[in-house]
């Protein structure tokens, strides 16, 4: 059955110009991107974003991190989407992440691995409607 997931590119990518060969990998892995724009997030926005992590050491580095340049959304859809997308980003350590994924190629670290993937049909569904609209959405 086909699935839809949220895709991020950080900052951290886009201001190395890795925007491109990221996507590549991405359409490559076999996910069809079917919505895409570019934001610059405010604080609040990153903040509500992340909620899930807000009692978390790394949270402000996070929010920080986030709202440092624009970043990429993208719903992105397959069979399975969610689970092949986190393959294709790798682990959230790039020390530990897969060789030819996103994280492991060009992930600085752990704070800016580079790439943001929903982790649940149940966060998919909210971090899409967080982005997008549904008419903002293609097959
Ligand atoms: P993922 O992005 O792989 O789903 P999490 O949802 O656990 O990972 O964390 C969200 C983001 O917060 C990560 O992508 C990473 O940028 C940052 N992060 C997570 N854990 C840590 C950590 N222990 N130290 C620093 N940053 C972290
Ligand atoms: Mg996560």
Redesign the pocket.
């Known amino acids: 059955m086909q699935q839809r997931t949220l895709s991020m590119i950080?900052p951290d990518a886009t201001q190395r110009n890795l925007t491109g060969k990221i996507i590549s990998k991405l359409e490559g892995g076999g996910l069809k991107i079917v919505a895409a724009k570019m934001l610059h997030l405010s604080k609040q926005q990153a903040g509500e974003f992340?909620v899930?992590?807000k009692d978390?050491?790394?949270?402000n580095?996070?929010i920080e991190?986030?709202i440092a340049a624009t970043i990429i959304v993208q719903v992105l859809q397959a069979e399975d989407a969610i689970a092949l997308n986190?393959k294709i980003?790798g682990?959230?350590?790039p020390e530990t992440a897969e060789t030819g994924t996103v994280?492991k190629d060009f992930a600085i670290?752990?704070?800016?691995?580079s790439?943001?993937?929903?982790?649940s049909v149940e966060s998919a569904a909210r971090e899409i409607a967080f982005f997008f609209n549904e008419d903002e959405i293609f097959n």
């Not at 978390?56 to 949270?59: A, D, E, G, P, S």
């Not at 670290?109 to 691995?113: D, R």
């Open positions: 950080k992340y899930e992590h978390k050491v790394f949270y580095t996070l991190n986030m986190r980003m682990s959230t350590d994280r670290s752990m704070q800016k691995n790439v943001h993937g929903s982790d």
